[in-house]
């Protein structure tokens, strides 16, 4: 099975069932907070770290939560909208350090 054939078949959000899930979560939401801090202090490193955290999550969680074989659809279909808006906070990040995206690896 994959993801694209799920689009737009399943149900809304589900709240974090496992510490895992709520760092997954929260990870897309540090971004402005990022992006204002490496501004403000003048240190593009903090995006590059920001970067690493949002992969590492995406990476983590992948590993350890086995999406499209979730058998709940509700908590299958939050998981794979939260991993969209995580992949999207990645492509922003890398964008703003001139790092080029690859379509699909």
């Known amino acids: 099975m994959r993801a694209e054939s799920l689009e737009g078949t399943l149900p809304g959000e589900v709240p974090p ?3 895992a899930e709520r760092v997954f979560f929260l990870a897309p939401v540090q971004l402005p907070e990022v992006l204002h801090a490496a501004f403000d ?3 593009p490193n903090y995006i590059a770290e920001f970067g690493y955290t949002l992969a590492t999550e995406l990476n983590r969680f992948y590993r350890d939560h086995h999406i499209l074989n979730e ?5 299958q279909a939050s998981w794979l909208r939260l991993a969209d ?4 906070a990645l492509e922003t990040v890398l964008d703003l350090l001139g790092i080029t995206v690859p379509e699909r690896l």
């Open 85 to 88: 808006v995580l992949a999207r």
């Open 71 to 75: 058998a709940g659809p509700c908590r």
């Open 41 to 43: 202090g003048k240190a």
């Open 17 to 19: 069932g496992s510490d």
